[in-house]
């Protein structure tokens, strides 16, 4: 890289430590998951969290929104949710005898996704152009949504009455899956104080979180990311470890092509944020569990075995070489 790249890639990379040193003005801990969004706006991916009611995975969305002066619109998915709810829908103008689309909350740079799967599989099914083509089509009329734009949907991971499992076509178009866990002790102290002194979870501007990155900044990240190199025996470890997943005694649904270079994509985010431009085998096994880990699906004797996707995978990891 010449010195020139080298500095814009360092100003675009320390803008993006800005954003962290922002977020966490309103969340105690959750890096790693603050990690995960970020890499997938490098990647122009989606995320699914998975966490309990009360873990501030609404908050987390809102501030990294508010960090990134980007706009968000949460959506609670419930039962009686329509897909037009969702990407917007024709309304006669009684005014000029015509029929106007009025957009739905879909058109945003950050929409969260709210418990997603307590809607029908129609409505899920509604957000899947979004994702893929990053437009809705409404009368054959196809319109591009906003960039950047990524979804980040939210699903409990203790309660399934009145739920809907995502269908595997879905869950193979969010980039990772990521888990919020509940927060360490120390952590959870200082979430009380932060209340006590009057926090508002409402009232992000109040927090002084500010804008100090943005579009521009994502987009320069962006294409520093497509740069990061993948040398040949990194690209076959990635393929040796998908094909692994296909073998596995555990598993009736291995991971995909697709899935191969979802981690390959994430493995070079991951890459650059570590300040390098090329991808050693440690970043592909950093991002294996959470690339991954939603695009296998145990078998049934193995779940009663008490076995766990993020096992399993643990499992694979062990077992293919590392190349040197």
Request: proline letters at 8%; hydrophobic letters at 45%; aromatic letters at 4%.
């Amino acid at each position: 890289m010449t010195a020139e790249y080298q500095a814009l890639d360092a100003d675009v990379r320390g803008a993006l430590e800005a954003v962290r040193a922002e977020v966490g003005k309103a969340i105690v801990g959750q890096d790693p998951v603050l990690t995960g969004l970020v890499i997938c706006l490098l990647c122009r991916g989606h995320v699914l969290l998975e966490g309990v009611p009360g873990v501030a995975k609404t908050l987390l969305v809102r501030s990294l929104a508010a960090a990134l002066s980007l706009r968000s619109t949460r959506v609670q998915f419930t039962p009686d949710l329509m897909p037009g709810d969702v990407t917007g829908s024709l309304v006669y103008d009684a005014k000029t005898a015509l029929f106007q689309f009025r957009e739905g909350p879909v058109f945003t740079n950050l929409l969260l996704a709210d418990e997603i799967n307590r809607t029908p599989p129609k409505t899920q099914a509604a957000l899947l152009e979004a994702m893929e083509e990053r437009q809705v089509s409404v009368e054959g009329e196809p319109r591009p949504l906003p960039e950047p734009f990524l979804v980040a949907a939210t699903q409990n991971p203790v309660e399934f009455e009145g739920t809907y499992p995502l269908p595997e076509a879905q869950l193979d178009r969010f980039l990772v899956k990521l888990t919020v866990d509940l927060p360490g002790r120390d952590d959870e102290i200082s979430i009380l104080a932060r209340h006590a002194a009057g926090f508002d979870p409402g009232n992000l501007a109040a927090a002084g979180i500010k804008p100090v990155a943005g579009p521009a900044e994502l987009t320069a990240a962006s294409a520093a990311v497509r740069e990061v190199r993948v040398a040949a025996e990194v690209a076959g470890y990635i393929v040796d470890l998908c094909r692994a997943t296909r073998q596995s005694p555990s598993l009736r649904l291995g991971v995909s092509p697709r899935g191969a270079t979802a981690l390959q994509a994430t493995s070079r985010a991951w890459a650059w944020l570590a300040g390098r431009d090329y991808v050693t085998p440690d970043d592909v096994k950093a991002l294996a569990r959470p690339t991954l880990r939603h695009r296998i699906q145990l078998r049934p004797e193995a779940e009663i075995e008490g076995a766990s996707p993020d096992g399993v995978l643990e499992a694979v990891l062990a077992s293919v070489p590392v190349p040197r």
